[in-house]
């Protein structure tokens, strides 16, 4: 069976991700948090180019789904979890471990349900549940800002307490934005190239400003349109 050469391609993207993801939990263990925290921010980029290097080389396939998920789950499932415990969760005994573990038990069910989509073909604009590389990279920049800003050490309960709550977002049924399907218009790339410069002034903060947004959006849309539900339901009657 002859193979595609360029099929190549896109999976390299893939494994580059979850290289960086075993990196980063390497210099986790030795102590290199915040460095690991930018492996894991690396690792997206690479992790968002996989998919769009298949579509334009027109090698999208099975086994690159899966094997995509299988690198999601190192990079943004048990790389950030690690960081987690590392930075935050030893300090909290069982409860640290536990939040830690569910971190990553929480993303590989998100994962799983992303794939029964894919491979029913249901593509819609929204994702069901909290993506996990939005997840992680909330998790990791979490910890840079809370390195570098010693006021954040007050609220490390609160901390862990988030990402907890990061974890049961992955697995509920919030939608949230698939930017995948949105059509880019000028309006866009200008947004786009304002962000690209605020990025470039202070990184970390605008990256976990922008992430955190994100998942808000998507947590009060959910409760907005459930009350509205309620209300009308009331209301009906």
Same mark, same amino acid.
């Given at each position: 069976?002859?193979?595609?050469?360029?099929?190549?391609?896109?999976?390299?993207?893939?494994?580059?991700?979850?290289? +960086?993801?075993?990196? %980063?939990?390497?210099?986790?263990?030795?102590?290199?948090?915040?460095?690991?925290?930018? #492996?894991? &921010?690396? %690792?997206?980029? !690479?992790?968002?180019?996989?998919?769009?290097?298949?579509?334009?080389?027109?090698?999208? %396939?099975?086994?690159? *789904?899966? !094997? $995509?998920? +299988?690198? $999601?789950?190192?990079?943004?499932?048990?790389? @950030?979890? &690690? #960081?987690?415990?590392?930075?935050?969760?030893?300090?909290? $005994? /069982?409860?640290?471990?536990?939040?830690?573990?569910?971190?990553?038990?929480?993303?590989?069910?998100?994962?799983? /349900?992303?794939?029964?989509?894919?491979?029913?073909?249901?593509?819609?604009?929204? !994702?069901?549940? #909290? @993506?996990?590389?939005?997840?992680?990279? !909330? *998790?990791?920049?979490?910890?840079?800002?809370?390195?570098?800003? $010693? *006021?954040?050490?007050?609220?490390?309960?609160?901390?862990?307490?988030?990402?907890?709550?990061?974890?049961?977002?992955?697995?509920?049924?919030? /939608?949230?934005?698939?930017?995948?399907?949105?059509?880019?218009?000028?309006?866009?790339?200008?947004?786009?190239? &304002?962000?690209?410069?605020?990025?470039?002034?202070? @990184?970390?903060?605008?990256?976990?400003?922008?992430?955190?947004?994100?998942?808000?959006?998507?947590?009060?849309?959910?409760?907005?349109?459930?009350? %509205?539900? &309620?209300?009308?339901?009331?209301?009906?009657?």
């Amino acid at each position: 069976m002859k193979i595609n050469p360029l099929f190549i391609i896109p999976n390299l993207f893939t494994a580059t991700s979850a290289f +960086l993801g075993v990196l %980063s939990i390497i210099y986790a263990s030795k102590g290199r948090i915040e460095f690991a925290c930018w #492996l894991v &921010i690396v %690792s997206m980029i !690479f992790d968002g180019l996989d998919g769009r290097v298949a579509r334009i080389t027109n090698t999208s %396939s099975k086994f690159g *789904v899966e !094997f $995509d998920s +299988l690198c $999601d789950v190192i990079a943004f499932g048990c790389a @950030p979890a &690690i #960081l987690l415990y590392f930075s935050i969760g030893q300090y909290y $005994d /069982r409860f640290g471990a536990m939040v830690s573990c569910l971190f990553v038990v929480f993303g590989a069910i998100r994962l799983a /349900r992303f794939n029964i989509a894919t491979n029913n073909n249901d593509i819609s604009k929204y !994702f069901i549940g #909290l @993506p996990i590389p939005s997840a992680a990279i !909330f *998790v990791a920049t979490m910890i840079v800002l809370k390195i570098r800003y $010693d *006021v954040f050490k007050e609220y490390s309960t609160y901390l862990l307490i988030a990402a907890f709550l990061v974890g049961i977002l992955m697995v509920s049924n919030v /939608r949230y934005p698939n930017f995948k399907q949105v059509k880019w218009k000028l309006s866009s790339f200008v947004l786009l190239v &304002i962000i690209l410069a605020i990025l470039f002034v202070h @990184p970390i903060e605008s990256i976990f400003s922008l992430i955190s947004i994100y998942i808000l959006f998507g947590l009060i849309r959910y409760i907005y349109l459930v009350a %509205s539900r &309620i209300i009308f339901k009331r209301v009906s009657n």
